[in-house]
């Protein structure tokens, strides 16, 4: 069994951060992509930022230069500073992970609430 654990997220004005952390646990083998999503309501889970295990990175056009995600190897932890926040970053954001050949194993966090105040 594969665990996600999410950390992070809260309330906070508009222009301030937060950083999230999400700590994978159990049998892990060979994990591929870490990242992010996040999913407002009544909207589409749309993917914020992932991280390849060989460092690359992608971001969505809305975060690009506000957010940056981060990996830790070693811990099997992924990790979002979001500056700058809008209250349109207001959403539940979810960790993902991609591990094995072809991306043949998927897990998903319980998600963490993000509030931004205008």
């Known amino acids: 069994q594969v665990q996600l654990v999410e950390s992070g997220g809260g309330l906070v004005q508009a222009g301030g951060s937060l950083r999230l952390s999400c700590a994978a646990s159990g049998r892990l083998f060979r994990i591929n992509t870490m990242g992010w999503y996040r999913q407002a309501p009544g909207k589409q889970r749309e993917l914020v930022a992932a991280a390849t295990s060989g460092g690359r990175t992608n971001y969505a056009d809305s975060v690009k230069g506000r957010f940056t995600i981060s990996r830790d190897n070693a811990k099997n932890t992924v990790y979002l500073q979001m500056n700058s926040l809008k209250p349109e970053d207001t959403a539940v954001y979810y960790c993902?992970?991609?591990?094995?050949?072809?991306?043949?194993?998927?897990?998903w966090g319980q998600g963490t609430q993000v509030t931004v105040s205008s």
């Open positions: 993902n992970l991609l591990a094995g050949d072809y991306d043949r194993y998927n897990y």
